[in-house]
């Protein structure tokens, strides 16, 4: 018998060995890409062996990503965001009409129903999705979770692709960073670096008892933009905590997908790609338009339109040198978004339909 802590090891070791494969090759974001496939990897190894990755790692690297992203915000950018919050409304509607769009199209094609394909297709709603689901009558969790994981892998490969090729500019594809958002020095981090630590745990702590969304990531990086704007000064993260972080995450999030439990899989493999390459084109052309109303960089206006994680885009923007506080503000207000106004939608269309097929039976009930 495999014990807990060996397979936390050859997890490890395997995460370890897709970073290093993919830095080799010298692949965008190798310490993110690198371990999710070698994670997804040994997710299909014999029942003894499968692999095991605690919680608290991918915890743990919230709040790191959370504090990194929080002292990019300064009162110029909170005032330009501010400025741009009308055109945040009409992105995220845009790109949330489309998912519904090809949420549509996928179900018509599949013969699966509409709510499990909407629940499946909404961008950066992965956990908000699966909770609402567990709750739910009438869908499909497993067919939930696949479409959800499957979109977000393919974000997180083919958008670095994307911005770092020359279509964006390759690494020089927006502004410069904010200075706090640099790489330093270990012996920097001291002692200021204890103080942001433990808001942004007590934070994150708070935010999950509150059920606050995204609370690892998103409480911290509030108490940690509050902190940084009240005048406190928060130290860069040196890269091996953002490369830690990202190994973190990656393999998180490829021990997720797990293709073998559906049913018809073909077909659904193949939708799910279609809606995840409609859905990348559909943020591409929104990003174009995104440019042209504020004349942000191309690569910030993309991935501020990203239909991925806010972790993995700040990841992202903080690679190429984009405006951080940009794309993480449009992609927080979509978060906040898909929280609070997508879910009592989704109920309501349930409702109606469970409403419609009861009205259904009923009258074939008094034909017979």
């Not at 370890?16 to 299909?44: H, N, Q, S, T, Y």
């Not at 709040?63 to 950018?77: C, E, K, R, V, W």
């Not at 549509?104 to 956990?127: H, Q």
Request: proline share 6%; aromatic share 8%; with cysteine.
């Amino acid at each position: 018998m495999v014990s807990r802590f060996s397979r936390f090891l050859i997890t490890l070791a395997l995460s370890l060995a897709g970073a290093a494969l993919f830095a080799a090759i010298r692949a965008p974001l190798p310490w993110l890409l690198g371990p999710m496939v070698g994670a997804f990897a040994g997710a299909r190894l014999p029942k003894p062996f499968k692999p095991l990755w605690p919680g608290v790692f991918r915890h743990t690297a919230m709040i790191t990503i959370g504090y990194s992203l929080g002292l990019s915000f300064t009162a110029t950018t909170l005032s330009e965001m501010g400025r741009q919050l009308p055109s945040m409304v009409l992105m995220t509607v845009l790109l949330l009409l489309l998912s519904a769009l090809i949420a549509y199209l996928v179900s018509r094609l599949s013969g699966l129903s509409l709510p499990t394909v909407l629940m499946g297709s909404i961008p950066g709603g992965l956990s908000q999705m699966i909770i609402l689901a567990e709750e739910s009558k009438g869908v499909d969790l497993t067919i939930i979770t696949f479409l959800q994981v499957s979109r977000l892998m393919m974000i997180i490969f083919c958008v670095p692709l994307m911005v770092f090729s020359p279509l964006f500019g390759g690494t020089h594809g927006g502004a410069a960073a904010n200075v706090g958002t640099a790489s330093a020095p270990w012996g920097d981090l001291f002692p200021n670096v204890l103080l942001f630590a433990a808001v942004g745990v007590a934070a994150a702590m708070l935010g999950k008892r509150i059920r606050f969304p995204s609370a690892f990531l998103l409480a911290p990086m509030i108490a940690t933009a509050v902190l940084h704007l009240s005048g406190v000064d928060g130290p860069a993260l040196p890269a091996g905590f953002l490369d830690a972080a990202q190994l973190f995450i990656g393999t998180y999030v490829g021990l997720m997908l797990r293709p073998e439990s559906l049913q018809n899989k073909f077909r659904v493999i193949v939708l799910a790609l279609m809606s995840g390459v409609l859905l990348i084109a559909g943020a591409l052309g929104l990003s174009w338009l995104l440019t042209r109303m504020h004349g942000v960089s191309p690569a910030t206006a993309f991935l501020a339109m990203a239909p991925g994680g806010m972790d993995q885009m700040g990841i992202m923007a903080k690679e190429i040198h984009a405006d951080i506080a940009i794309v993480s503000c449009y992609q927080l207000f979509r978060t906040w978004f898909i929280f609070f106004a997508v879910p009592p939608l989704i109920r309501l269309l349930l409702q109606r339909m469970n409403a419609a097929r009861g009205a259904e039976e009923m009258a074939a009930g008094n034909r017979i």
